[in-house]
Every structure is written in structure tokens, then in C-alpha cells.
């Protein structure tokens, strides 16, 4: 009697995944992530007025360190701990999907901080204790208890305060091969200051889903208009300081160009505070790239000086 092959239907499914693809965990970490920390390590590095050629191997391991070490890994660990909740509303994501099986998410996100710590103590140990800093605000922001992502006040706060304060200061420090200037940490925290309102502006692009989810994004919690106000008046005050601050230190171009970079940012808000939630994204591509732009200038001022 001829064979008759059984149908599509009775056939055996493939076998779930055991170990996830290299690709699938590049995915995960998140590459497009790593620009913001890294180019505010390299403000760091600007900053401190040490010669590139002097320590380049250093600056090297500096940038991996910012951003697929610590930045990557943070990926990671916000991926693990938000896998039900992308389950629902994000389920190609790698870990909900199954391209990350098991456990494997929490195990990258373990492994991650392991390696991060050993680059950062190798670094030096001013580098080696921020590059913990940065670690606990990592894990801090995503898990629980503490959990700041939920909170739309602390959340921004402690992402903003990783990814301008922490890896500038990291930047400098390794250039300097120690705690770097006061002035650069003055000009530091300004910026990292003034970071939680772009924070609060990505919050925009989500507020009907956190709403829904319960996230206590700060436009969730105040609404669209006091959220955008307040996001504006944080980026800029603390631009202002810099501003003073420069000039104060003889860094007389250095600060007339912030000033003007801070102009045509006010100019800009007031479009994002017509329609925050439509114009959010439009601010961040024009606004934030003169904010950051402010930065580098900043640093190359600082340069001079230290």
C-alpha cells in the first residue's frame, strides 16, 4: 500500500528555541540607544583638554564602555523586567517573541553588568565607581522595588542624570585619569539637569498607552500642556546657568553661542507647547539637536580652561 505522507496539520512543530542569535541580541541591546551616551562621554573627553593621541586606547574603551556596555546592558534589563507588559502590546519584541528564550534576557542583562564593572575598574577606579553609579541607576530604573520608569518625576530624572551626567563625567575621567575639574562638573550637571525635560518630551510619544497601562508619565499625571511648560522651562533654565557660568570663566564665544543656541530653542518651544503630544517629535529632531550641540560647545570652551 502506497505511503500516504500526513497532513500539514499533524506534522511536528519546529522545536522552541534554545539560545537566541546574535542578531536577535544585538536587537535587544538596542544600537540606535547608544548615540546619546556616547556623545556625551565624548563631551567628557572634549572637555577635559587632554590630547586624543595621548590616551586614545583609553577613549577607545571608554566609548564601548558608554555605550554597548552600560548603555546595551540597560536595554537589557528594561527589556526583562517590561517582557509581560511588551507581551501585550510589543510581542515581536526579542523576549516575548521567544527569540530570546528563558531566561536568556535576564542572564545577558546579569552578564552585562559583570563585564561593564570589570571595563570600568580596568578604566581606573574613578571610572570603575561611576561606571557603578550608572549600573544602579540601570537596574533601579527598570526593576523592582524601586522601579523609577514608573514614576514620571524620578523616572526621567535618573535617565537623564546616566546618560548626559554619568558618562560625561565618566569621559573626562578617564581622559583626566581621575576626578576631573569642578567646572566640568558644574557644566555637567547643568546638562544632565536640564536632560530630564527632553525625557519627558519622549514621554509624549506614549501618553494614551501609558494612561492606559497606568504609567505615571508626568503628561499622564499633569496633563499634555503643564508637562510640556515644565519640560521646557527645565532644558532651559539650567542652559542659562551654563550661559553665566562660561562667561564668568572668560569663555566669552563659548557662551554667546549656547546663548544663541538657546534662543532658537525658546523659538522652537513654542510650537511644542501649541501641540505638545504632535510636536514633541519635531522638537526632539530640531531642539534637542541644538541642545546637544550646546553641549559639545561647552566642552570645547572647557578645554581651554582646565
Known sequence: MEHVPPPLAALP?????????????????????????????????????????????????????????????????????DRHVDAINEPQRPIPSGRIPGRWGLGIAIAGTLISLIVGFLLGPVVGWATVVGLIMSWSYSAPPLRFKADGWLGPLVCAAAYEGVTWFTGAAVMAGGVPDSRIIWILCMYATGAHGIMVLNDFKAVKGDAQSGVNSLPVQIGERNAAEIACWTMALPQVVVIILLANWGLHWPSAMVAFSLTMQVVLMQRVLAAPAANAPFYNATGTTLYVLGMLTSAFGLSVIV
Open 13 to 81: 512543530s519546529s522545536a522552541p528555541r534554545r539560545r537566541p542569535r546574535l542578531g536577535d541580541v544585538l536587537e535587544l541591546l538596542k544600537p540606535v540607544t547608544w548615540f546619546p551616551p556616547m556623545w556625551a562621554f565624548m563631551c567628557g573627553v572634549v572637555s577635559s583638554g587632554v590630547p586624543l593621541s595621548e590616551r586614545w586606547l583609553l577613549l577607545v574603551a571608554g566609548m564601548m564602555l558608554a555605550g554597548p556596555l552600560v548603555c546595551g546592558n540597560s536595554q537589557a534589563i528594561n527589556d526583562w523586567f
